[in-house]
């Protein structure tokens, strides 16, 4: 267990005889749990550090209609909510139900501070993971808060070329799974990216798009 554990983001850069030795010393528990077993309900304070030592969890909402959605699947190892162990309203955002059969670790709150005052590289592993957790919420409600489908789309090509100066890009996700990313439906994805085609702002064949006019492209995150 410890060398799984050892691989989780959490922990990275420390031995699985370190980690061994950091929990010699503060109590935790393991829990196993079923294929559809719910391991947190959304509301839920959370009180301990829950990590996927095994198996696979996913995390779901069920909107004003009854309906079930899913928000993300979390296989091990991982820790589940990280950022929503402190703070005043740290409760988990949504459902935990198992995949599969699932092992969690559970570290209460009080056992983890103790953790990460002895060991310095833990603490700089937690910091880091709630830090990038809070950049990747601020980008996503900047990329929300563009309200055309072009601007979301620009904003999309223009964050990929960021790490391809050619403007040739592979994208690695479908149509389908970009229209679901921007909360719009197929049909108007495509219909936005055929008149982008069209005005030679882009060049759009299946996964592969070249960006024509970067500065055109640019004009709609306006």
Do not use: W
């Not at 839920?44 to 550090?49: A, E, F, G, K, V």
């Not at 829950?50 to 779901?60: D, H, L, T």
């Not at 090509?157 to 229209?179: F, I, P, T, V």
């Amino acid at each position: 267990m410890f060398h799984g554990l050892a691989q989780c983001e959490i922990f990275r850069g420390i031995n699985p005889s370190e980690l061994e030795t950091l929990l010699s010393v503060i109590n935790y528990q393991v829990k196993r749990f079923s294929r559809d077993d719910l391991i947190a309900l959304a509301g839920d304070r959370i009180n301990s550090l829950q990590i996927v030592a095994e198996g696979s969890v996913k995390g779901e909402m069920i909107d004003f209609t009854g309906k079930t959605i899913k928000i993300e699947d979390i296989e091990a190892p991982r820790p589940l909510a990280p950022a929503f162990l402190f703070g005043e309203n740290n409760s988990y955002p949504v459902n935990i139900v198992a995949n599969n059969n699932v092992t969690i670790v559970t570290i209460p709150k009080k056992e983890f501070v103790r953790m990460l005052i002895l060991s310095e590289k833990l603490l700089h592993n937690y910091l880091d993971i709630i830090s990038s957790r809070a950049q990747f919420l601020s980008a996503r409600l900047k990329f929300l808060s563009f309200q055309s489908i072009k601007g979301k789309i620009a904003h999309y090509l223009l964050s990929k070329s960021s790490q391809n100066r050619s403007g040739n890009l592979e994208l690695d996700k479908s149509q389908s799974e970009l229209a679901e990313l921007f909360g719009v439906t197929r049909p108007s994805l495509a219909r936005a990216v055929r008149e982008l085609d069209r005005d030679g702002i882009i060049r759009a064949k299946g996964r592969k798009v070249t960006i024509l006019n970067p500065a055109r492209l640019s004009a709609f995150l306006k």
